[in-house]
């Protein structure tokens, strides 16, 4: 079993849509948990990270983690065609990072 | 301020041949990483340099080696080109303390292994 599943997708949603991007992981140790977004034939970039169960927003992005079920979802509101590009969950504990597979995600206009 | 650079961009080897990857950051900071990414397989950590003069395998390090010259630069490689090492390569750096491990990744370098 990954310590990090993700559904790799691909996803593709109308533009304005809200969408949800999912993970799951195994280790309940895990500290913070981030998400990265990577846009084609580019280095991921960090979008936000939490340290905590419950909800984080930052403008039209809102992180969310419910650590009694090793869940993080990341939700984008309205969403735009530049928001097209793959997202990487990445739960860490002190330096380490794990990443998920990657969602690709693409927002038709 | 140009952050991770690396060089090449892209690259072909054949099966046996060797290469450097090279990545220098100007963010003055302290921590650096090689990972490779597949399809399917997410970022897979290859080595990582906690500082200056020390290095520590990842999750995936058979086939490659790292030096890391100095506080800016850190670089990947391979002595035997295999054509699994067919990839792309992200180094990575980060300022690290105790709070999250923020990095910061280069564009990439896309290498096949004929």
């Known amino acids: 079993q990954k310590e990090v599943e993700q559904d790799p997708g691909p996803l593709s949603v109308p533009e304005g849509a809200i969408v949800s991007l999912n993970c799951t992981y195994s280790n309940s140790a895990f500290q913070y948990f981030m998400w990265y977004r990577q846009y084609s034939r580019k280095g991921p970039e960090l979008l936000m990270y939490t340290y905590s169960s419950g909800n984080k927003e930052d403008g039209r992005f809102t992180a969310q983690v419910d650590k009694s079920s090793k869940y993080i979802s990341l939700f984008i509101r309205d969403s735009q065609p530049s928001d097209s590009a793959t997202y990487l969950c990445a739960p860490g504990l002190n330096q380490k990072l794990v990443f998920g597979q990657g969602t690709r995600l693409t927002i038709n206009p | 301020n140009a952050g991770v650079t690396q060089t090449p961009k892209f690259q072909v080897l054949k099966t046996g041949q060797s290469m450097t990857l090279q990545c220098a950051q100007d963010?003055?900071?302290?921590?650096m990483y090689w990972y490779r990414q597949d399809p399917g397989m997410g970022l897979r950590l290859i080595y990582y340099?906690?500082?200056?003069?020390?290095?520590d395998k990842g999750e995936v390090p058979n086939g490659y080696n790292v030096s890391r010259l100095n506080k800016r630069e850190f670089s990947l490689r391979l002595e035997s080109a295999a054509p699994s090492q067919t990839s792309v390569y992200f180094c990575a750096s980060t300022l690290e303390g105790l709070g999250a491990n923020v990095l910061t990744f280069g564009a990439g370098s896309r290498l096949t292994v004929l």
């Open positions: 340099s906690a500082s200056e003069g020390t290095t």
């Open positions: 963010m003055n900071h302290n921590s």
